[in-house]
C-alpha cells in the first residue's frame, strides 16, 4: 500500500519547514545514529559490484516521554501526518522524523520498511522547490504478487510508480518495496523529511 499526496501543507508552511531545514546539522556519518534501521545489505549488493551512498542525517525528531520535542514549524508537518493515517501516539510503537540530505551519488537500495512481526510506514516529504527531473532521486515504488512478509526479494517484482521529489508532495509507503535512486546533481543536495511510523499490531488502518 502506498499513497502520493500533492501540496501536503499550505506553502507558507512549508516554507517554514525549508526554512527550519537551513537551520539543522547533519552527521555525515550516520552511524551514529541509533534509530538507523537499514540493513547492511541495502548499501552493497551480495555481489560487492554496486555500492550506493547514504544520505546525511539530522539528528532525531521524535517524541520523548509522551511529547513531541521540537520547533513548533515541524510539528505542523507532524501534526498533518498523523491526521492524514487517522492515528494517534498511543496507537504508535514508533514516531520518529529526520531530515535527510542526499548529497551526490546518495541513495537507498531495494528495501520494505515493514517487516514480518511489524507495520511500518515509511513517509517521505520533499522540500526542494526546484528539482530537476533530470537529476535522479527519485523513489521507485515495485509490486509483487508473491509473499511479503518473507524478508526475501521476490523474483517478479515489477516498478509500479515513478515519484519524483516534488517540492510539497508527501508519500507513505507500508508494505511495498521500493528504493530511491542516487542524486545526479553535483551541486545541490536532495532534501526531504523521513518519517517512521510503527502502528500497534491490534491498530486497523
Not at 546525511?56 to 513548533?72: A, K, M
Not at 516529504?125 to 527519485?138: K, P, Q, R, T
Not at 509507503?173 to 499490531?201: A, C, M, Y
Amino acid at each position: 500500500m502506498y499513497k502520493i499526496i500533492d501540496n501536503f501543507l499550505t506553502k507558507e508552511q512549508c516554507d517554514n519547514i525549508v526554512e527550519w531545514s537551513n537551520t539543522q546539522s547533519f552527521k555525515e556519518d550516520n552511524q551514529f545514529f541509533p534509530f538507523q534501521y537499514w540493513a547492511k545489505d541495502l548499501l552493497q549488493t551480495k555481489n560487492k559490484q554496486v555500492t550506493i551512498n547514504k544520505p546525511s542525517i539530522s539528528p532525531r525528531l521524535g517524541f520523548i516521554d509522551g511529547e513531541f520535542q521540537d520547533d513548533s514549524r515541524i510539528n505542523i508537518l507532524k501534526d498533518k501526518i498523523l491526521q492524514e493515517c487517522s492515528l494517534n501516539i498511543n496507537q504508535l510503537d514508533e514516531f520518529h522524523m529526520g531530515l535527510y540530505k542526499f548529497n551526490y551519488l546518495s541513495g537507498i537500495l531495494l528495501h520494505r520498511d515493514s517487516t514480518e512481526t511489524s507495520r511500518r510506514l515509511g513517509i517521505t516529504y520533499y522540500l526542494n522547490s526546484n528539482w530537476d527531473e533530470n537529476w535522479g532521486g527519485e523513489t521507485i515504488i515495485y509490486d509483487s504478487n508473491q509473499n511479503k512478509s518473507n524478508g526475501n526479494i521476490p523474483t517478479d517484482l515489477k516498478p509500479i510508480e515513478v515519484v519524483y521529489p516534488k517540492y510539497n508532495r508527501l508519500i507513505y509507503i507500508e508494505d511495498n518495496w521500493h528504493k530511491v535512486t542516487p542524486n545526479l546533481n553535483k551541486e545541490q543536495g536532495r532534501l526531504s523529511i523521513q518519517t517512521f511510523i510503527t502502528i500497534n499490531n491490534e491498530v486497523v488502518f
